[in-house]
């Protein structure tokens, strides 16, 4: 079994920034990547970036390029997502995923719980 568990999330104001965590446990060796992926109220679960585990390579939805940062720290078994320059359609319920492919959030295996991100105007 795999478990996530996110933190970081709030209220902030536009253009303000944000850092949420996800820390990682259980079976490390099928952690290939670890994935963000945001919900609105009404929308589907959308996706926001990924991390290679072992590697670092990082690769970002086009709406997040240049904002936000996914970076990980190995000993800690946690991930980062570091946001900048907040929208207020940034507003969601974040989530780390892994065991999955990509962008692909179908077939992420393991989830966080959520947190919630509000950017207000």
């Known amino acids: 079994q795999v478990q996530l568990v996110e933190s970081g999330g709030g209220l902030v104001q536009a253009g303000g920034s944000l850092r949420l965590s996800c820390a990682v446990s259980g079976r490390t060796f099928s952690w290939p990547v670890v994935g963000w992926f945001r919900q609105a109220p009404g929308k589907e679960r959308e996706f926001v970036g990924t991390?290679?585990?072992?590697?670092?390579?990082?690769y970002y939805a086009d709406s997040v390029v240049g904002r936000f940062t996914i970076s990980r720290d190995n000993a800690m078994n946690t991930v980062y997502l570091q946001m900048n320059s907040l929208k207020p359609e940034d507003t969601a319920v974040y989530y780390c995923g892994t065991e999955g492919v990509g962008g692909r959030s179908t077939t992420y295996d393991y989830w966080g719980q959520g947190t919630p991100v509000t950017v207000s105007s």
């Open positions: 991390i290679q585990w072992m590697g670092g390579t990082t």
